[in-house]
């Protein structure tokens, strides 16, 4: 399974299914399609597998699992979590809640300007110890006098 973000909030995701598993046919069934078996059909890839894109809504997790030929289920052996179903198995589980956290581009410009003054200001720190020199000098010299 390859997770990345979409554009205007969405996430793209591209579910795939092992050759080994020896399907003739395939789909992913899910909680956004309403587990149809005709909304996500898989399609042979280069490696004799199955794979299909789906673009979903980020910042959530949905259930889903494969059917095989119409007639077997079979779990994402990558999938982010499993979480038990009513009918005595478990699901699978796309997580993308970290795709929703996108950086804001107004977030990105504010960044931006403020590295730009701290180059700037880069050589006042270089005389700063100077001054802290100054300072801890006379409490050197505290230190030497008895104490009374």
Known sequence: ?????????RARVTFTVDARVGAQAAAVCGEW???SADADVMHHDAQGGFS??????A???YRFRYLLDGQRWDNDWAADAYQPNDFGGDDSVVDLTALAEAVPPAALKTSAKKAAPAKKAAPAK?????RTAKKTAPAAKRADKPPR
């Open 1 to 9: 399974m390859i997770k990345s973000r979409g554009p205007k909030g």
């Open 33 to 35: 399609n309403e587990w």
């Open 52 to 57: 299909v894109t789906v673009d979903l809504d």
């Open 59 to 61: 910042g959530r997790a």
């Open 126 to 130: 270089k005389a700063a110890p100077a």
